[in-house]
């Protein structure tokens, strides 16, 4: 499995970005996608996670901002996230995970200004 995350940018303080996931393969045969992000300094983290049969699960510092979904047919998932604050600035990664191999993408950049 290939991904390719992309969407990333520069936006305001209270605004929104969507990020992209696009995967290589069929998501019918991905049990766990997710969203990580890596500020500097700072290890990279669980910023919400999804797997078929459960509901997604948030960081608490996104609850309520953040949505993570998925489309089959696009082999894509994604990562809604609005009112964005300066400290969701961060280097964004997506994750597979298949058959227990887990896969990331190359990373994204979100920026977001005061």
């Known amino acids: 499995v290939q991904l390719q995350a992309s969407g990333g940018g520069l936006a305001e303080a209270g605004g929104s970005l969507r990020l992209s996931c696009a995967a290589s393969?069929?998501?019918?045969?991905?049990?766990?996608v997710a969203w990580y992000r890596q500020a500097p300094g700072e290890q990279r983290a669980l910023v919400a996670r999804t797997a078929i049969g459960s509901s997604p699960i948030y960081a608490d510092s996104v609850k309520g901002r953040f949505t993570i979904s998925r489309d089959f047919a696009q082999n894509t998932m994604y990562l809604q996230m609005n009112s964005l604050k300066p400290e969701d600035t961060a280097v964004y990664y997506c994750?597979?995970?298949?058959?227990?191999?887990?896969?990331w993408g190359q990373g994204t950049q979100v920026t977001v200004s005061s």
């Open positions: 994750r597979a995970v298949k058959l227990g191999l887990e896969f």
């Open positions: 393969g069929s998501l019918h045969s991905i049990g766990v």
